[in-house]
């Protein structure tokens, strides 16, 4: 693809291969807010618009899972006004958006430790999920109160209470067992995971399943997060070699002149 070529799904699917599953951490409400002078909610509330946007871009590239971390396990930890701020939006969310995502054949997935959410956003949420569960163009799943090690942990105390009750033995724990125990069970792992607002780092998101993925940072926070900066991480998975640990080029072992090479250098 040409520099400077406007971006559209379109093109982005001409050139190249779409990601099957996109996760997403949408950071940067806050910052965005009081750069504009403006309180933290005003941001989550312009986060929320965004998170329109991105899954309409993800279902136009034909992105078939969609995972958003939109509220932390830590994150309860913020004052009690925003964190209901949050609820508040994502009740509003689902219920401004539920026949959009109809429409467009789209499954709603929440994960977490779900128990924790307000008994009256749990069951818009849960709701939702039964309405929607018959789609499947894509799965929209929303991460909550989620956790990457208090999944883990989770997962490996079903495993340890299995092995407790003879049903399972510890030699048959692989990383395939382990990955059937996670919320995301029966999920393809995030091929390209987008972190905007500039911040380098993984954050406790989905820990296990990002070991292979391919990782793209926006300078953009999650409020200004628009198609074509969606578009723009797609170009960029597909300019990447994924390898998974293997190599693509031909190789060939050391000839005996390059062993002895090596050798005199090692002394
Ligand atoms: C991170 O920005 C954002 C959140 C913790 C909340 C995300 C919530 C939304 C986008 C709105 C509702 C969600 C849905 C799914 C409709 P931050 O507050 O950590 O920003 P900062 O790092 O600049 O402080």
Redesign the pocket.
């Known amino acids: 693809m040409q520099e400077n070529t406007i971006l559209t799904p379109e093109s982005v699917q001409a050139s190249g291969e779409i990601p099957q599953h996109v996760s997403i951490?949408?950071?940067?409400?806050?910052?965005?807010?009081?750069a504009r002078f403006r309180p933290?909610v005003f941001?989550?509330?312009k986060?929320?618009l965004?998170?329109?946007r991105a899954v309409e871009t993800a279902r136009k590239l034909g992105v078939k899972y969609l995972t958003?971390?939109?509220?932390?396990d830590e994150?309860w930890g913020?004052p009690a006004y925003?964190v209901s701020a949050?609820m508040d939006?994502?009740e509003?969310?689902?219920n401004r958006e539920l026949s959009n995502l109809n429409q467009n054949g789209i499954r709603l997935n929440a994960i977490g430790e779900l128990h924790r959410l307000p008994e009256r956003t749990k069951k818009i949420l849960d709701q939702a999920i039964l309405q929607l569960s018959g789609n499947s163009q894509m799965v929209l799943t929303?991460c909550l109160s989620y956790g990457g090690r208090s999944e883990l942990s989770e997962a490996f105390k079903k495993i340890a209470s299995k092995i407790e009750a003879g049903q399972l033995t510890s030699s048959q724990i692989s990383a395939e067992l382990i990955g059937n125990y996670l919320w995301t069970a029966g999920m393809p792992d995030p091929d390209l995971m987008i972190r905007t607002?500039g911040?380098l780092r993984l954050s406790n998101f989905l820990l296990w399943q990002h070991a292979y993925s391919e990782m793209y940072f926006c300078k953009s926070?999650?409020p200004d997060f628009s198609e074509t900066h969606f578009l723009e991480a797609v170009q960029s998975f597909q300019s990447r070699q994924r390898r998974f640990g293997l190599i693509r080029e031909a190789s060939r072992p050391l000839t005996l002149e390059e062993l002895e090479e090596l050798k005199r250098e090692e002394h």
């Open positions: 951490i949408m950071d940067g409400n806050g910052r965005w807010a009081g933290r941001g989550h509330h986060g929320a965004a998170v329109r958003l971390y939109a509220f932390s994150n913020r925003e949050v939006l994502l509003k969310y689902i929303l607002s911040e926070s999650w």
